[in-house]
C-alpha cells in the first residue's frame, strides 16, 4: 500500500509558465509534509515544506498547498525556469521525525527554454 | 559545510561478498538516516539514529542488512552476504535534529553481479 502517490511520471512546462505537481497521501498520522528536488547522480535536495496547521507556504517562486479534507498537496512553480528540471519528490513525515519521511515515486519535471 | 559525505560513491561486488557502505554526516546534526532507492520501492528508509541510537530500523530488509553508528560523526550500512537484489543506490541523510528536514548525500550506487 503506497501512502504517498505522485500520479504524475512527468510534466512538460515551458519557460516561463506554471509548473504544478500533484501529490495523494492516505496515512492520516502525517502531519508534515515535505518536497526535495533531485538532479541526476546527486542526492534529494529539500525544497520546501508545510506543517498541517497550515494550508499555505510560500518561499520565492515556490509555493506548496495542503488540502488536508482531500489528503491532497501541491507545489507550484512561478515562474518555471530551464534549471528546475528535475525529478520532484513529495515526503510525508509525522512532525517529530521530519526526517523520516515515506516518499513518492518522483515526477520529472521538464521546463522547455 | 561539506554536506553529506558518502564513499564510495560506486560499489561493484559479487553476489556473497559483503559490502560496507560509510557516512558523513553534517557536523552538528544529531539525526541520520539511510534511504535506499530502486525502481521497483522508490525510496525507501531503511533505519534512523538519533543521537547516535538507533530509533526505527523496521526498513531494513533483512538480517544481512546492519547499520551502526559509533559516533555523531560516522555511520556504516553492511550487507553480508550481499544479493543481485541489493543493487540499488543507497543514501545517507542527516537533519538537525528530528524535526527539521533531512540533508542527503549523493549516494553510493550498488551493483552486485
Known amino acids: 500500500d503506497q501512502q504517498v502517490k505522485q500520479n504524475s511520471p512527468s510534466l512538460s512546462v515551458q519557460e516561463g509558465r506554471i509548473s504544478i505537481l500533484n501529490c495523494d497521501y492516505t496515512?492520516?498520522?502525517?502531519?508534515?509534509f515535505l518536497w526535495y528536488k533531485k538532479y541526476p547522480a546527486e542526492g534529494p535536495t529539500f525544497l520546501i515544506s508545510?506543517?498541517?496547521?497550515?494550508d499555505k507556504n510560500e518561499d520565492g517562486r515556490f509555493t506548496v498547498f495542503l488540502n488536508k479534507s482531500a489528503k491532497h498537496l501541491s507545489l507550484h512553480i512561478v515562474p518555471s525556469q530551464p534549471g528546475d528540471s528535475a525529478v520532484y519528490f513529495c515526503a510525508a513525515s509525522a512532525r517529530l521525525y521530519a526526517g523520516k519521511s515515506t516518499f513518492g515515486d518522483g515526477t520529472t519535471l521538464t521546463v522547455k527554454p | 559545510d561539506a554536506g553529506v559525505i558518502q564513499s564510495p560513491r560506486h560499489e561493484v561486488t559479487e553476489m556473497g561478498q559483503e559490502v560496507t557502505l560509510r557516512c558523513k554526516p553534517i557536523s552538528g546534526h544529531n539525526s541520520l538516516f539511510w534511504y535506499r532507492q530502486t525502481m521497483m520501492r522508490g525510496l525507501e528508509l531503511l533505519i534512523y539514529?538519533?543521537?547516535?541510537?538507533?530509533?526505527?530500523d523496521s526498513g531494513m530488509p533483512e538480517d544481512r542488512f546492519s547499520a551502526k553508528m559509533p559516533n555523531a560523526s560516522f555511520s556504516t550500512l553492511k550487507i553480508q552476504p550481499s544479493e543481485p537484489r541489493d543493487s540499488a543506490v543507497y543514501f545517507c541523510?542527516?537533519?538537525?535534529?528530528?524535526?527539521?528536514?533531512?540533508?542527503f548525500g549523493q549516494g553510493t550506487r550498488l551493483t552486485v553481479v
Open positions: 539514529f538519533n543521537n547516535n541510537v538507533p530509533i526505527d
Open positions: 541523510a542527516s537533519s538537525l535534529d528530528r524535526y527539521t528536514e533531512a540533508f
Open positions: 496515512n492520516s498520522m502525517f502531519d508534515y
Open positions: 508545510i506543517s498541517s496547521i497550515k
